[in-house]
């Protein structure tokens, strides 16, 4: 069985991160795997632990994207991929999404790819849908637990905001996961030796037998949220009924309740 | 036929989210900004047609909806063929669906098939020099990003809360009308099974007012009963906390969030994590108890309209959001604080 | 001349500051208080292979190098000392002394189920009557059949309670003429009959820790336990303390880095006479004082692990490491507290742990007193390095990795 995972490398989540000249910036705040992607990362080697199967990170980025590949591999990941080209630099979701569909078809023969449920600079969470649609395969989107995994199909469980489905599904398929599949591994000493040497292969647009996908979102514009204008008022009294008591009057008199 | 805005109204067994109703408000304003024009609604799904009938009285011209067998249980590829269609047949120039699960699934499918971009989770619509643009907050909210999409339709998602709902008068009425499923059984790959743990009282997400706990509740004086290892008591005082929270939360008819730093230590489930990696809320009221207001949590509510901190530090982080503060300890402010709503509020 | 860390490095010192950060710091505080060690952390540790990381694949360990070693002392200390002192007795003062001086039977016995986590080792030195002068050690060990009968108590055991090895240091020939050549090294299971062991508490730091007293009262241990031969004790202890103290000063520019990041952030965000401290030129200074210590300090003992790696005989400039480090430290730690105020001096901050913490390492593995009499004698010549019969052996990793 062949599992894909797809990360991407985003600033450190505790960045200050801020609208500086038109750019966003975070100053010399590290990159890191996208927060979100761990979970997919972790999802991906529990179903291969359990099925011996192989699984490949891939990531469209820069050069320094090979790091988080690297932290990939070093959880487990047997191979790590990288896609990169200049053209790519400010993809949009869906352009994203047909490059990754490409690499996944290139790799050949996948079973699973899976996602993070989104980025946390973009904050788009469409790019494993919208992977899926161009692969012409089912989406399997916040899920939270595997159930079961065969060679030719995957019992999950989706959730949503009324509670969870339970879903039986052919393979292949994308699943997006959420937190609840389980806490990301660390790197196991081993697996950083092993992913210290490791030398990840970078594929072009051209490898990939793609011409640039044309992007339809830009961003004209960048800037930082008004600051908020809070006076905060303590609040005290003598006991605790008293305080409770100031505060509601407090409270009631913003009218928010 | 043809429409300005389709509206997908996500719901569930009949019952629309509250951020469906406020997407269908967001497209009446758009309507409005882009020189008038009809505004569409489709509703799929066990419940479709009665949420269908109820979209007229928030004043939407034309409504579809479908409840064929196929479309009983939602799956991404049968929603998303119906909505395509519809949107092709349509033709709008905006294509609007609220930020939920499967909201966002399906603005990603249909984006693909209808070969245009998504705007995700938008707490802003307006037209520039004729264009659309739909501000957007990422990098977790730390930015604020204006964004267009340039092609046709523009599919968008609002972010629950951000756009007012339209009124709703019972006297409007019209017929809805029924759509046949594009894809047979055969084609489509998955299979819902049944449903499990569903959740139950109010969504954080939709929640006008969130009473939210920390690491903090651990700080129980209450003696944990015996048999309990450290670890087992201190999550049985936190749990107590909780407990309390939650009765606060049902005086004031909200929700109950917690930090991830409770949801780590395993007072709380992950359903109810406020924060950067849980859910992004902004209720009127968020009343956080013994949550210190670490950048991650801030992240997810920053953007409520009165936050109340009640910490025994006064040095946390949380206090500078803060429109009221109080510092002391939380199991003691609590039952008071409970107390007093009850009587104000002529609960008691 | 290289000094860039490599990848291997990095991955690693990342993955020890990940585990740090999240696991133990949300509860550190609480333990501390409590002055308790929590019960998952010795499995954690082993689970995740931080109890052998520097050791070879073949004995059970992880197969890095001895910086990585370093590297995690550096990243468990910035978030508590206590953390570190595990991997002091455990790995620095037994496990490579095990290495070093052990057979290969011993090795398997003995080392590999310490590498892999599922024995948890400490060092048995220094006696209620004997700390710096190690010669004074009264603990015997007399030679009964083919083995051996233990007598004495030692003091100041970390994870004394929750070893179950340790390297303990007894005489076994009274009359010798100079004291320091009538010891030898044992590995002693704590579980035989005759070992009882206690807690010390109310430390003055550490006190996350586990700290307490082992007592050996007519112990009967096989001679396959005794460590090199008789006679070698001295020399077997004093190359265990050489990697000890390598953890020690990894350990104490951690904890540097903590005191300077908490002080710049504290300078970031308390204002005094109208703007943030960070702008007040005293603060800069204190602040300036401890960037210089935590670059320097770093510098030692990176150099330190790298003569480890390359098999080069280290004492001295282990001793200097660990010497400046921890000295630096306990004055970082003071000037923190001084930057956070009164605040500082309440254990709402992390800065009054981190100086009473600091105290111990300026004791411990060799007072400063010690460590400065080491380095004049180096330099007057009054004291020379002869060769080892065992020598700590130099990293190569594929031996290590096989």
């Given at each position: 069985?062949?599992?894909?995972?797809?990360?991407?490398?985003?600033?450190?989540?505790?960045?200050?991160?801020?609208?500086?000249?038109?750019?966003?910036?975070?100053?010399?705040a590290?990159?890191?795997?996208?927060?979100?992607?761990?979970?997919?990362?972790?999802?991906?080697?529990?179903?291969?632990?359990?099925?011996?199967?192989?699984?490949?990170?891939i990531?469209?980025?820069?050069?320094?994207?090979?790091?988080?590949l690297?932290?990939?591999?070093?959880?487990?990941?047997?191979?790590?991929?990288?896609?990169?080209?200049?053209?790519?630099?400010?993809?949009?979701?869906?352009?994203?999404?047909?490059?990754?569909?490409?690499?996944?078809?290139?790799?050949?023969?996948?079973?699973?790819?899976?996602?993070?449920?989104?980025?946390?600079?973009?904050?788009?969470?469409?790019?494993?849908?919208?992977?899926?649609?161009?692969?012409?395969?089912?989406?399997?989107?916040?899920?939270?637990?595997?159930?079961?995994?065969?060679?030719?199909?995957?019992?999950?469980?989706?959730?949503?905001?009324?509670?969870?489905?339970?879903?039986?599904?052919?393979?292949?398929?994308?699943?997006?996961?959420?937190?609840?599949?389980?806490?990301?591994?660390?790197?196991?000493?081993m697996g950083?030796?092993?992913?210290?040497?490791?030398?990840?292969?970078?594929?072009?647009?051209?490898?990939?037998?793609?011409?640039?996908?044309?992007?339809?979102?830009?961003?004209?514009?960048?800037?930082?949220?008004?600051?908020?204008?809070?006076?905060?008022?303590?609040?005290?009294?003598?006991?605790?009924?008293?305080?409770?008591?100031?505060?509601?009057?407090?409270?009631?008199?913003?009218?928010?309740? | 036929?043809?429409?300005?805005?389709?509206?997908?109204?996500?719901?569930?067994?009949?019952a629309?989210?509250?951020?469906?109703?406020?997407?269908?408000?967001?497209?009446?304003?758009?309507?409005?900004?882009?020189g008038?024009?009809?505004?569409?609604?489709?509703?799929?799904?066990?419940?479709?047609?009665?949420?269908?009938?109820?979209?007229?009285?928030?004043?939407?011209e034309?409504?579809?909806?479908?409840?064929?067998?196929?479309?009983?249980?939602?799956?991404?590829?049968?929603?998303?063929?119906?909505?395509v269609?519809?949107?092709?047949?349509?033709?709008?120039?905006?294509?609007?669906?609220?930020?939920?699960?499967?909201?966002?699934?399906?603005?990603?499918?249909?984006?693909?098939?209808?070969?245009?971009?998504?705007?995700?989770?938008?707490?802003?619509?307006?037209?520039?020099?004729?264009?659309?643009?739909?501000t957007?907050?990422?990098?977790?909210?730390?930015?604020?990003?204006?964004?267009?999409?340039?092609?046709?339709?523009?599919?968008?998602?609002?972010?629950?809360?951000?756009?007012?709902?339209?009124?709703?008068?019972?006297?409007?009425?019209?017929?809805?009308?029924?759509?046949?499923?594009?894809?047979?059984?055969?084609?489509?790959?998955?299979?819902?099974v049944?449903?499990?743990?569903?959740?139950?009282?109010?969504?954080?997400?939709?929640?006008?007012?969130?009473?939210?706990?920390?690491?903090?509740?651990?700080?129980?004086?209450?003696?944990?009963p015996?048999?309990?290892?450290?670890?087992?008591?201190?999550i049985?005082?936190?749990?107590?906390?909780?407990?309390?929270?939650?009765?606060?939360?049902?005086?004031?008819?909200?929700?109950?969030?917690?930090?991830?730093?409770?949801?780590?230590?395993?007072?709380?489930?992950?359903?109810?994590?406020?924060?950067q990696?849980?859910?992004?809320?902004?209720?009127?009221?968020?009343?956080?108890?013994?949550?210190?207001?670490?950048?991650?949590?801030?992240?997810?509510?920053r953007?409520?309209?009165?936050?109340?901190?009640?910490?025994?530090?006064?040095?946390?982080?949380?206090?500078k959001?803060?429109?009221?503060?109080?510092?002391?300890?939380?199991?003691?402010?609590?039952?008071?604080?409970?107390e007093?709503?009850?009587?104000?509020?002529?609960?008691? | 001349?290289?000094?860039?860390?490599?990848?291997?490095?990095r991955?690693?010192?990342?993955?020890?500051?990940?585990?740090?950060e999240?696991?133990?710091?949300?509860?550190?505080?609480?333990?501390?208080?409590?002055?308790?060690?929590?019960?998952?952390v010795?499995?954690?540790?082993?689970?995740?292979?931080?109890?052998?990381?520097?050791?070879?694949?073949?004995?059970g360990?992880?197969?890095?190098?001895?910086?990585?070693?370093?590297?995690?002392?550096?990243?468990?200390?910035?978030?508590?000392?206590?953390?570190?002192?595990?991997?002091?007795?455990?790995?620095?003062?037994?496990?490579?002394?095990?290495?070093?001086?052990?057979?290969?039977?011993?090795?398997?016995?003995?080392?590999?189920?310490?590498?892999?986590?599922?024995?948890?080792?400490?060092?048995?030195?220094?006696?209620?009557?004997?700390?710096?002068?190690?010669?004074?050690?009264?603990?015997?060990?007399?030679?009964?059949?083919?083995?051996?009968?233990?007598?004495?108590?030692?003091?100041?055991?970390?994870?004394?309670?929750?070893?179950?090895?340790?390297?303990?240091?007894?005489?076994?020939?009274?009359?010798?003429?100079?004291?320091?050549?009538?010891?030898?090294?044992?590995?002693?299971?704590?579980?035989?009959?005759?070992?009882?062991?206690?807690?010390?508490?109310?430390?003055?730091?550490?006190r996350?820790?586990?700290?307490g007293?082992?007592?050996?009262?007519?112990?009967?241990?096989?001679?396959?336990?005794?460590?090199?031969?008789?006679?070698?004790?001295?020399?077997?202890?004093?190359?265990?303390?050489?990697?000890?103290?390598?953890?020690?000063?990894?350990?104490?520019?951690?904890?540097?880095?903590?005191?300077?990041?908490?002080?710049?952030?504290?300078?970031?965000?308390?204002?005094?006479?109208?703007?943030?401290?960070?702008?007040?030129?005293?603060?800069?200074?204190?602040?300036?004082?401890?960037?210089?210590?935590?670059?320097?300090?770093?510098?030692?003992?990176?150099?330190?692990?790298?003569?480890?790696?390359?098999?080069?005989?280290?004492?001295?400039?282990?001793?200097?490491?660990?010497?400046?480090?921890?000295?630096?430290?306990?004055e970082a730690?003071?000037?923190?507290?001084q930057?956070?105020?009164?605040?500082?001096?309440?254990?709402?901050?992390?800065?009054?742990?981190?100086?009473?913490?600091?105290?111990?390492?300026?004791?411990?593995?060799?007072?400063?007193?010690?460590?400065?009499?080491?380095?004049?004698?180096?330099?007057?010549?009054?004291?020379?390095?002869?060769?080892?019969?065992?020598?700590?052996?130099?990293?190569?990793p594929?031996?290590?990795?096989?």
């Open positions: 069985m062949k599992i894909v995972v797809a990360i991407k490398q985003t600033p450190d989540s505790a960045a200050k991160v801020v609208a500086d000249g038109g750019q966003v910036a975070w100053g010399d590290p990159l890191e795997m996208n927060p979100w992607d761990e979970f997919a990362v972790e999802a991906a080697l529990l179903q291969a632990d359990a099925q011996e199967a192989e699984v490949t990170a990531s469209v980025g820069g050069e320094s994207a090979k790091e988080a690297k932290t990939a591999l070093a959880m487990g990941a047997q191979q790590a991929i990288l896609i990169s080209d200049p053209a790519l630099a400010n993809a949009d979701s869906q352009a994203i999404a047909k490059v990754l569909a490409a690499a996944i078809r290139k790799i050949g023969e996948v079973d699973l790819a899976f996602f993070g449920r989104q980025a946390i600079d973009g904050d788009m969470g469409v790019t494993g849908a919208m992977t899926a649609r161009v692969l012409g395969w089912p989406m399997l989107g916040l899920v939270a637990a595997v159930q079961a995994l065969s060679t030719d199909s995957i019992r999950v469980e989706c959730s949503f905001e009324e509670g969870r489905q339970v879903v039986d599904c052919k393979l292949p398929a994308v699943v997006s996961v959420s937190k609840d599949i389980s806490e990301p591994r660390y790197p196991s000493f950083i030796r092993k992913a210290s040497r490791a030398v990840i292969p970078t594929w072009s647009l051209g490898d990939l037998g793609l011409a640039a996908p044309a992007s339809v979102v830009v961003w004209p514009q960048v800037a930082n949220p008004p600051a908020r204008q809070v006076t905060t008022e303590m609040v005290s009294g003598g006991t605790a009924k008293e305080i409770a008591e100031n505060l509601v009057d407090k409270i009631l008199a913003e009218k928010v309740l | 036929m043809s429409a300005k805005i389709l509206v997908f109204i996500d719901q569930f067994k009949g629309a989210l509250p951020a469906a109703w406020e997407a269908l408000g967001a497209g009446q304003m758009l309507a409005g900004l882009l008038g024009g009809e505004v569409a609604a489709l509703v799929i799904g066990t419940g479709a047609q009665a949420v269908a009938s109820q979209a007229f009285g928030y004043g939407v034309s409504v579809y909806y479908s409840e064929d067998p196929s479309l009983a249980d939602y799956r991404p590829e049968p929603y998303g063929a119906l909505l269609k519809l949107a092709r047949e349509l033709a709008p120039q905006v294509l609007l669906l609220p930020t939920s699960v499967r909201g966002r699934e399906l603005a990603a499918q249909a984006a693909i098939d209808l070969e245009t971009g998504v705007l995700a989770d938008v707490t802003e619509l307006a037209v520039e020099n004729g264009k659309l643009v739909a957007r907050p990422v990098y977790s909210g730390k930015v604020l990003a204006k964004t267009i999409c340039q092609a046709t339709p523009q599919v968008i998602t609002t972010r629950g809360r951000a756009f007012a709902r339209p009124a709703f008068d019972s006297s409007r009425s019209g017929a809805p009308v029924s759509l046949a499923a594009v894809l047979e059984e055969g084609q489509i790959a998955a299979r819902v049944g449903y499990t743990q569903s959740e139950g009282g109010v969504s954080l997400a939709d929640a006008a007012v969130i009473v939210s706990g920390g690491r903090g509740l651990a700080n129980n004086p209450a003696a944990a015996g048999g309990l290892d450290e670890k087992q008591a201190e049985w005082r936190a749990q107590q906390g909780f407990t309390l929270l939650g009765e606060l939360a049902g005086v004031l008819g909200g929700a109950v969030g917690a930090s991830r730093a409770a949801v780590d230590a395993g007072y709380i489930s992950y359903d109810h994590q406020v924060g990696t849980g859910k992004l809320v902004s209720p009127d009221l968020y009343i956080a108890c013994g949550i210190s207001g670490a950048i991650q949590h801030q992240a997810g509510m953007s409520s309209k009165v936050i109340v901190a009640i910490n025994k530090d006064g040095e946390a982080p949380i206090f959001l803060a429109r009221f503060g109080v510092v002391g300890d939380v199991y003691a402010i609590l039952p008071a604080l409970i007093a709503f009850k009587q104000r509020l002529g609960k008691a | 001349m290289d000094f860039t860390l490599t990848e291997e490095h991955l690693a010192q990342q993955m020890v500051r990940e585990f740090a999240r696991e133990i710091a949300p509860i550190i505080q609480d333990c501390d208080r409590q002055q308790r060690m929590a019960d998952f010795l499995p954690r540790l082993g689970e995740l292979g931080i109890l052998g990381i520097c050791l070879p694949i073949r004995y360990g992880q197969g890095l190098d001895y910086l990585a070693l370093g590297l995690a002392c550096e990243e468990l200390e910035a978030v508590d000392t206590s953390l570190r002192v595990v991997l002091s007795v455990h790995v620095g003062l037994n496990s490579l002394g095990l290495l070093q001086w052990g057979t290969e039977e011993q090795k398997q016995r003995l080392l590999k189920p310490q590498a892999e986590g599922k024995k948890i080792a400490c060092f048995g030195l220094t006696e209620s009557g004997a700390g710096s002068d190690v010669a004074a050690i009264q603990s015997t060990a007399r030679r009964v059949g083919d083995g051996y009968l233990l007598n004495g108590e030692k003091m100041w055991i970390s994870l004394a309670t929750r070893a179950d090895h340790c390297l303990w240091v007894a005489r076994t020939d009274p009359q010798a003429a100079d004291p320091h050549d009538g010891l030898s090294a044992f590995l002693v299971e704590l579980d035989r009959p005759g070992v009882s062991r206690g807690d010390l508490h109310h430390k003055l730091g550490v996350a820790g586990s700290t007293w082992i007592a050996c009262q007519d112990v009967l241990i096989p001679e396959a336990n005794r460590i090199g031969l008789e006679g070698e004790g001295f020399k077997i202890a004093m190359s265990c303390l050489d990697n000890g103290r390598y953890t020690v000063a990894a350990g104490a520019t951690g904890l540097i880095r903590a005191c300077l990041e908490a002080s710049v952030k504290y300078a970031h965000e308390r204002k005094a006479f109208g703007r943030e401290i960070g702008k007040l030129q005293l603060v800069q200074q204190k602040i300036a004082l401890m960037v210089q210590s935590y670059d320097a300090a770093r510098l030692f003992y990176l150099r330190a692990g790298w003569m480890k790696n390359e098999g080069l005989r280290n004492t001295r400039e282990t001793s200097l490491a660990k010497w400046f480090a921890t000295d630096a430290s306990f730690a003071s000037q923190a507290v930057i956070h105020g009164a605040y500082g001096y309440s254990d709402e901050y992390p800065v009054e742990r981190y100086l009473r913490n600091s105290k111990g390492a300026v004791i411990y593995e060799g007072t400063s007193e010690i460590h400065m009499l080491m380095q004049a004698g180096y330099a007057l010549g009054l004291r020379q390095d002869a060769a080892l019969r065992c020598e700590l052996p130099a990293y190569d594929k031996t290590w990795q096989e």
